[in-house]
């Protein structure tokens, strides 16, 4: 399950609206490509309405040029709502990590990947106080568990991102966790 040492990595972080699923894909682009010297694709779906419809993102991350835009053969696949399960449940394969926040997602085929159902909001809300983190809380958990890139680089984009303030230390906060539950 350690990734590290892999010339080729894809990832799709799922949801609806309003869940951070871009901005996620942002953020994992920016570490693996300004901190890490990867190259990196990146592609969004959403609907038109701002919150609550289908959004993902798809991350493809190599050592050499990538050449498509699109998740053929997910390493990795994050859900982080209901609605996002049964529209990437085809991207699954035998040996994808499938990271699945159990507080908003009730149905998952457990024989389909490898499963690791958590409640994600249950525990950015618990331990932070806000379920505005969910993401940030996924995405360092994958992070831990794979290795696909450092911990260092995901601080840094993060930090990057958020440079200061109330959601800066939030998300500082949540990435703490997220490691450590992994």
């Not at 490509?33 to 990196?40: A, D, G, I, M, Q």
């Not at 699945?100 to 997602?105: G, H, P, Q, S, T």
């Not at 958990?141 to 991102?161: C, D, G, P, Y």
């Amino acid at each position: 399950m350690i990734y590290s040492n892999k010339d080729h990595f894809e990832m799709i972080i799922s949801g609806v609206g309003g869940q951070g699923n871009v901005s996620s894909g942002i953020i994992i682009g920016e570490a693996a490509s300004c901190y890490e010297n990867k190259f990196v694709t990146m592609t969004c779906t959403y609907g038109t309405e701002a919150r609550g419809t289908f959004a993902k993102s798809d991350i493809l991350i190599g050592k050499d040029f990538v050449d498509f835009y699109e998740c053929q053969s997910p390493d990795v696949i994050l859900v982080l709502h209901k609605k996002a399960y049964p529209k990437i449940k085809d991207k699954i394969l035998e040996d994808t990590i499938v990271v699945v926040n159990k507080n908003e997602v009730d149905q998952v085929n457990m024989n389909l990947g490898e499963i690791f159902s958590l409640p994600f909001s249950e525990i950015a809300f618990q331990e932070i106080g806000s379920k505005q983190v969910v993401n940030m809380i996924a995405l360092a958990f994958i992070v831990e568990k794979t290795k696909f890139i450092r911990n260092e680089s995901l601080v840094n984009a993060v930090q990057n991102k958020y440079a200061s303030g109330q959601i800066a230390e939030l998300n500082r906060k949540a990435l703490e966790v997220g490691f450590s539950i992994a």
